[in-house]
């Protein structure tokens, strides 16, 4: 779709899972998160929200959502930030799938109660590498596991202001976000649920084509314009936004189709230095990666490919055995001469499941962050070369609590020191704009987002470059989401669009538990042909989109006249 005729919906509601009375919110965790589980088979669950202005005491425990998937654990009380109503603290939760269960007393009198459903304590793992693990070239299944989760978000060049915080389970029509589609993990995430008796996480970083001299480029800062030469953001977004957050147990690598001509020693260092900043990234200098050995392209391998994928497993620390692949061939594996499908991609699925063995489990040191400041993340600063006085975009993916007169600042930090240099206005926009001072010395800085009202201090993003002769860079246009007000009933458990290019109509889509009223409104002077609030239908008496897959009722809105997209206005009752 160009951008040029891109629409924008604006959504009318905050869609969370949790019922609440009297102001008690909770803004993390939300339904569907997974949280890596250490080797003691637990995790430790940072809680915020905030509580109604009476409330004297916060408490919250985490009750399984079925026996034998976790164990009750005790009222733990949860502390206010200074100066506010919002509150933050973390209990112990063993693995499994949990209610949590928050509740607000004045004294010793409940006032307010409040839920979230389905948070996991589990796997975590990042897909990453090239085409075989990214998918996309045929329908898979849904999951049949409700313990399977993805972050249901996919962009060719990813906008980090658009990030969801927002899980769903993987079905045909979800996306592995944030880039990549379901492909095989609907069904590897079941088996493994089945087997290790605990919820399961995928985050999607790969991309198809791609060559182990993109990946480490890239990862080096070398961004270029196109999807494959900037290739390593997408791993450094999963990294920075979301395993911040819950942890990983690995990185799971499938890639080197696109590297036939490549030596061992240069595709090792490569991929060492990919596998290094990872690690660079999280801090956590254990972060486990399962390399396979695959080299496989229209009926040629590479054996100097495979000794060096076999040299990473056998000298980086670390570095695990993943599935071997270039024994897989033949028309009814791969009917394309390259891509796994059909009975290929089960035996694909097996290899992989093969190798996330009990030994695999046992060995691998899983990555279990406890940070607060992972409630306001930031990410990249694009491009990550600036002159001083250009102004830039300093995204970020919030999830703090906060007061309703709070506002965001950016702090641009050096990197060698983390001093704090500039602070931006305060604002409320995700991204903010903030121009560069114009005396800002050359060199390496960082930017991060902070909340005012609590203070929470965010993380610190990837550092970028200032040079005063750098290429001029022109300020680049954002989209600004707007949210206003309501409360959604429990019932409606996801909303969303379906933007029809060639008809410049929409499909609202909602899950739901009961029926629903959708309706659209355009603000920009165009109409549609379905006006007023309307019952919606049952998904199945539309088109087998595979959008569609995660959703139980629509509505289509076909424009009238015909018109070129604009903005709308979308709502549902």
Request: charged residues 15%.
């Amino acid at each position: 779709m160009s951008a040029s005729v891109r629409p924008i919906l604006l959504v009318l509601l905050i869609l969370y899972s949790a019922r609440s009375f009297a102001q008690l919110t909770i803004t993390s965790p939300v339904p569907r998160i997974v949280y890596q589980r250490n080797q003691a088979d637990e995790a430790t669950i940072i809680i915020t929200g905030l509580a109604p202005p009476t409330a004297t005491t916060i408490e919250a425990r985490f009750m399984p959502m079925a026996v034998g998937q976790g164990e009750v654990t005790a009222w733990t009380p949860l502390s206010f930030l200074p100066s506010s109503k919002a509150f933050r603290g973390s209990v112990l939760v063993k693995k499994g799938q949990y209610r949590l269960d928050v509740r607000a007393k004045t004294g010793s009198t409940v006032v307010a109660e409040t839920y979230v459903n389905r948070v996991g304590v589990g796997e975590v793992f990042v897909l990453a590498g090239q085409s075989n693990v990214y998918g996309g070239l045929q329908r898979v299944p849904s999951s049949e596991e409700d313990r399977v989760s993805c972050v249901d978000f996919r962009q060719e060049t990813i906008n980090e202001y658009l990030l969801p915080f927002r899980f769903s389970n993987v079905s045909y029509g979800s996306n592995i976000g944030p880039s990549q589609p379901p492909h095989l993990w609907s069904i590897l995430g079941d088996r493994l649920v089945r087997r290790l008796n605990v919820p399961v996480m995928f985050l999607g970083a790969a991309l198809g084509g791609t060559s182990s001299d993109e990946w480490k480029q890239s990862a080096a800062g070398n961004l270029g314009n196109t999807p494959n030469s900037s290739v390593y953001r997408r791993l450094g977004i999963a990294l920075l936004h979301y395993v911040s957050r819950t942890g990983a147990r690995a990185v799971l690598w499938h890639q080197g189709e696109n590297d036939l001509m490549t030596s061992t020693q240069t595709y090792f260092d490569n991929i060492q230095y990919v596998i290094n900043k990872s690690r660079q990234q999280t801090g956590f200098n254990q972060l486990a990666w399962m390399v396979s050995r695959t080299s496989f392209v229209a009926g040629q391998t590479s054996a100097t490919v495979i000794a060096a994928q076999n040299q990473l497993i056998a000298q980086v620390h670390d570095v695990f055995a993943g599935p071997a692949t270039d024994s897989i061939v033949g028309p009814e594996n791969r009917p394309d001469g390259t891509h796994m499908l059909g009975e290929g991609l089960y035996r694909f699925i097996n290899t992989w499941e093969q190798c996330l063995n009990s030994t695999f489990f046992n060995t691998s040191v899983p990555f279990t962050p406890v940070d607060s400041s992972a409630f306001i993340t930031s990410g990249y600063t694009l491009p990550l070369t600036r002159r001083p006085g250009e102004t830039i975009q300093v995204a970020s993916l919030r999830a703090d609590a906060h007061e309703s007169d709070n506002q965001y600042v950016a702090q641009l930090v050096r990197a060698d020191n983390n001093q704090v240099v500039y602070e931006s206005a305060p604002g409320t926009a995700n991204p903010l704009m903030v121009t560069l001072p114009a005396n800002l010395p050359d060199g390496q800085y960082r930017m991060r987002t902070n909340s005012t009202h609590p203070v929470t201090l965010g993380t610190l993003g990837e550092p970028f470059q200032v040079h005063q002769s750098a290429t001029p860079t022109a300020t680049q246009p954002s989209i600004q989401l707007t949210t206003s007000g309501g409360t959604t009933d429990p019932a409606i458990q996801r909303f969303a669009y379906r933007y029809e290019p060639k008809s410049h109509g929409f499909f609202v889509m909602v899950r739901s538990d009961i029926p629903v009223e959708t309706q659209v409104i355009s603000i920009d002077g165009g109409s549609f042909g379905n006006s007023g609030w309307n019952v919606a239908s049952p998904s199945s008496q539309g088109p087998d989109y595979a959008e569609f897959a995660d959703f139980n009722y629509l509505n289509n809105y076909p424009p009238a006249p015909l018109v070129l997209g604009g903005l709308s206005l979308a709502g549902i009752g």
